[in-house]
């Protein structure tokens, strides 16, 4: 396959009616109530997302992070023809390494995420160390996400995300490659080993390990007797496996069966994007003390609604 290897240099820069209009309607929020004590039983406290759109309204510097993400990541566009979808500009990172036989990287983010994922992790992978291999790194956005286009057919799924990546990386002529995902980037990295490798994608690598239980029968018969009880560890993979399948997967409920009912309020709401994200920033990283221009953490909650 010939694609052409042209990428077009790209630079973050918002405009300034933008952010006016960003500002105004921060001013305009309506909060709803919230019971008394309530905690994080119902969702984001109602206190936190005060605190994050008073520092969104007076204290966070969006030309600063703007600058900062220009200067720390070599960004392009690239177009992309999509079977059965046309055409697709999509946004990326690509760091070289100086090392000669850098190994071509593939690094998909999933959801909430975005591109930035790769941004701490970067200078790691492209640097030359006698400790561990180095890494030509693209990092794109997915289509629909951060600065890609979004597709604009129905049918747009897995194995679409995956000829996007793969095309992607050989018009950047990386012929073979290998690649990371986590979250949806697991399923498209996934996708992405079934439909081009061993020829083209040479190693798979992810930090979202995700299987389904085994049939009832062959997991009986994979059982010594008599049967071995549970550790500690995985009574407690069990219980939080428990307590995300009947108090924090809603989002997703709604995400695949009703999107674009959902992407009024989002779409509209600059907080109420920020209460949906943050509420999954929080429950999905382990209390990681976020700082305040990425949203002050509370000690994550399990309990279920009372």
């Known amino acids: 396959m010939t694609l052409p290897t042209t990428q077009t240099p790209f630079t973050i820069s918002i405009p300034d009616s933008q952010l006016t209009h960003l500002q105004q309607k921060l001013a305009l929020t309506t909060f709803p109530d919230e019971l008394e004590e309530a905690g994080w039983h119902y969702g984001v406290p109602l206190a936190d997302v005060k605190r994050l759109v008073g520092r969104w309204k007076e204290g966070f510097d969006w030309r600063k992070q703007e600058a900062l993400l220009n200067a720390e990541l070599p960004q392009f566009l690239y177009a992309v023809d999509v079977d059965n979808h046309g055409t697709l500009d999509v946004h990326f990172v690509h760091k070289k390494s100086t090392v000669k036989d850098a190994i071509p990287l593939l690094f998909v983010h999933g959801w909430p995420g975005s591109f930035i994922e790769v941004r701490k992790l970067l200078p790691i992978l492209t640097q030359a160390s006698p400790d561990h291999p180095s890494f030509h790194v693209v990092a794109l956005s997915l289509p629909g996400y951060g600065f890609s286009q979004a597709p604009s057919k129905k049918g747009f799924s897995t194995a679409q995300y995956a000829e996007v990546a793969h095309k992607l990386m050989l018009g950047l002529g990386y012929d073979e490659y290998v690649t990371q995902g986590g979250d949806w980037g697991f399923v498209i990295t996934r996708k992405i080993a079934e439909l081009y490798g061993p020829k083209h994608t040479k190693a798979w ?44 997967s809603g989002y997703l409920a709604e995400q695949s069966t009703r999107p674009q009912t959902l992407g009024y309020s989002l779409a509209d709401s600059p907080v109420g994007l920020l209460a949906w994200i943050y509420e999954k920033l929080v429950e999905w990283t382990d209390g990681y003390r976020w700082e305040d221009d990425e949203g002050n953490v509370l000690p994550t909650r399990f309990e279920g609604v009372d």
Do not use: D, I, M
């Not at 979202?208 to 049939?215: A, Q």
């Open 205 to 248: 690598h992810t930090n979202f390990p995700l299987s389904r239980p085994p049939p009832l029968r062959q997991a009986l018969s994979s059982l010594p007797l008599p049967f071995l009880s549970y550790t500690k560890s995985e009574k407690a993979g069990l219980e939080r496996t428990e307590w995300f399948r009947r108090w924090g």
